[in-house]
C-alpha cells in the first residue's frame, strides 16, 4: 500500500509570493492534517480536515490555508509569504472513522519550502 | 513551558547498548501515547502507538505509559547503527482535539558501530 504521497519535495519562493502544496493520503484514510516543523519550535499542527470539512486549526495566522477534496486528497496555501515560513511542511493522514476515536498518524516525507 | 518536553540530546551510544529516551506532559487529558522516528530528510516513521498507561513491546522497542507521573519512556535494546535517527515522542486526548497531536522537540540519537 502506497504511503503518503506529497508533492513538490522541495519548493523556493520569494517573501510576498504564495505557494500551494499538495498531499495525497494513503488510500482508504480520510483524515488528513498538516504539520509545520522548524529547527526551533519543532512540529506545529495546523490544521485537520476530514471529510472536506475542516475540523480542528491550530495557531497559525489566516495566510495559511487549506481544503481537502471529495478523494480525501489535500491541498494547502500560504499566501504572502515571509521569511519565517521556511520550514518541512508534514502532511499526515489516518484512518479516523469520524467519531472520538484517535487512531495514529502516518506521516508522508514532507515540502520542504525555502523563501527568499 | 510546552505541554510536552523532551530533552533533545544529541544522545550517542556504541551499538548494542540500551537507550532509553523520555518525555514528560502536563495535560492530564493525554491519552493517546506515539514514538516516531525521523530519519534525516524523511518525514516521521510510526514506532509505538500505546493507550493509556502501561507497556507495549515491539521486537527491540518498548514503550512505557505512567500517567501517574505524566511520564513516558521508549527504550531500545540491542541498539544497532540504523536506529540513528531523531525520536519524537507525540500524545493526543480524544474528542476534539481529533488529528492533533502535541509532540516533543525531539532526541537525536547516533549509534556507532
Known amino acids: 500500500k502506497a504511503g503518503v504521497t506529497q508533492t513538490p519535495r522541495y519548493l523556493i519562493k520569494t517573501r510576498g509570493q504564495q505557494v500551494t502544496l499538495s498531499c495525497s493520503p494513503i488510500?482508504?484514510?480520510?483524515?488528513v492534517s498538516w504539520y509545520q516543523q522548524t529547527p526551533g519550535q519543532g512540529l506545529q499542527f495546523l490544521f485537520e480536515?476530514?471529510?472536506?470539512?475542516?475540523?480542528n486549526k491550530g495557531n497559525f495566522p489566516g495566510r495559511f490555508s487549506g481544503r481537502q477534496f471529495s478523494n480525501s486528497r489535500s491541498e494547502m496555501n500560504v499566501s504572502t509569504l515571509e521569511l519565517g515560513d521556511s520550514a518541512l511542511y508534514l502532511c499526515?493522514?489516518?484512518?479516523?472513522?469520524?467519531?472520538?476515536?484517535?487512531?495514529?498518524?502516518?506521516f508522508g516525507n514532507g515540502t520542504r519550502l525555502t523563501v527568499t | 513551558q510546552k505541554e510536552v518536553e523532551q530533552d533533545p540530546g544529541p544522545l550517542s551510544v556504541p551499538e548494542g547498548a540500551i537507550v532509553s529516551l523520555n518525555c514528560t506532559y502536563s495535560?492530564?487529558?493525554?491519552?493517546?501515547f506515539m514514538w516516531y522516528r525521523q530519519y534525516s530528510r524523511k518525514g516521521p516513521e510510526l514506532l509505538m502507538y500505546?493507550?493509556?498507561?502501561g507497556n507495549k513491546e515491539d521486537g527491540r522497542f518498548t514503550a512505557q505509559v505512567d500517567k501517574s507521573s505524566k511520564y513516558i519512556s521508549l527504550f531500545i535494546r540491542d541498539s544497532q547503527p540504523s536506529d540513528s535517527a531523531t525520536y519524537l515522542c507525540?500524545?493526543?486526548?480524544?474528542?476534539?482535539?481529533?488529528?492533533?497531536?502535541?509532540f516533543g522537540r525531539g532526541t537525536q540519537l547516533t549509534v556507532w558501530p
Open positions: 499526515a493522514s489516518s484512518i479516523q472513522t469520524g467519531g472520538d476515536d484517535n487512531s495514529p498518524l502516518h
Open positions: 488510500s482508504g484514510h480520510r483524515s
Open positions: 480536515y476530514f471529510s472536506e470539512t475542516q475540523r
Open positions: 495535560n492530564s487529558a493525554f491519552q493517546y
Open positions: 500505546t493507550y493509556s498507561s
Open positions: 507525540a500524545m493526543s486526548d480524544r474528542g476534539s482535539t481529533l488529528g492533533r497531536l502535541y
